[in-house]
Each structure stands twice: as structure tokens, then as C-alpha cells.
């Protein structure tokens, strides 16, 4: 049975910085390429940074690019989102999943495993 459980998530005032963390298990993690997305209420959910299965390649959306870094510890089964400069904008629920796609996919259709979600939100 393949499990994603995220963490990290929390209450941040703007300009603060947090970590999610994905810890996965039921798959054989480096074969995955793992992505982070985001729902904010109202909206379509969002493909926010994704790393490959080795951790060799990287790829961001426009809008967090130099404010988020995705990470992956292979021996740890674990993908980390180190998010900085957080905005009220940023608030939503963020989800990891897994693809098999061997590229770095950006699309939701590419991912076949989900996780349940972490609550991100950012208010003074």
C-alpha cells in the first residue's frame, strides 16, 4: 500500500519561512519523481516544484522560483519543500505525490500517488 504523509505545515506570518516534509513508503522512492502542489480555496489545484527520482533535475512554477527549494533524501524516503518569504498569497493546502513519468512532470495527470495534504497559511 503506497502511504505519502506530509508534515510541516502551519500558521506563518508574512516574510517567515517553513519546511514540509513528505515521507513515503510502499514504493521504491528513487524510481519516483516527487512534486509538491497547492489548493487555495476557491482554486484549481496548482503544480508548485517537482524533483526526479535521483534528485539530478528541478523544476518550479514561475511564481515560487528563488523563494522555494525542493529537496529529496532517497535513504529517508522524503522530499522537503523549504519554502521562504511566504505571502498571504501562498496559503493553501499543499500536497505531495509521485510520478512515474521519467522527465519532471508539472501536470497532475503525470502523478499517480497523492498524499492527504498539509494546511499552509500565512497571515499576520
Known amino acids: 500500500q503506497v502511504q505519502l504523509v506530509e508534515s510541516g505545515g502551519g500558521l506563518v506570518e508574512p516574510g517567515g519561512s517553513l519546511r514540509l516534509s513528505c515521507a513515503a513508503s510502499?514504493?521504491?522512492?528513487?524510481?519516483?519523481?516527487m512534486g509538491w502542489f497547492r489548493q487555495a480555496p476557491g482554486k484549481e489545484r496548482e503544480f508548485v516544484a517537482v524533483?526526479?527520482?535521483?534528485?539530478?533535475?528541478?523544476g518550479y512554477s514561475d511564481s515560487e522560483k528563488g523563494r522555494f527549494t525542493i529537496s529529496r533524501i532517497n535513504v529517508w524516503n522524503t522530499v522537503y519543500l523549504q519554502m521562504r518569504n511566504l505571502a498571504p498569497e501562498d496559503t493553501a493546502i499543499y500536497y505531495c505525490?509521485?510520478?512515474?513519468?521519467?522527465?519532471?512532470?508539472?501536470?497532475?495527470?503525470?502523478?499517480?500517488?497523492w498524499g492527504q495534504g498539509t494546511q499552509v497559511t500565512v497571515s499576520s
Open positions: 505525490a509521485a510520478s512515474s513519468v521519467v522527465v519532471v512532470p508539472t501536470t497532475l495527470p503525470d502523478y499517480t500517488y
Open positions: 510502499g514504493i521504491t522512492f528513487s524510481d519516483y519523481a
Open positions: 524533483i526526479s527520482g535521483l534528485g539530478g533535475s528541478t
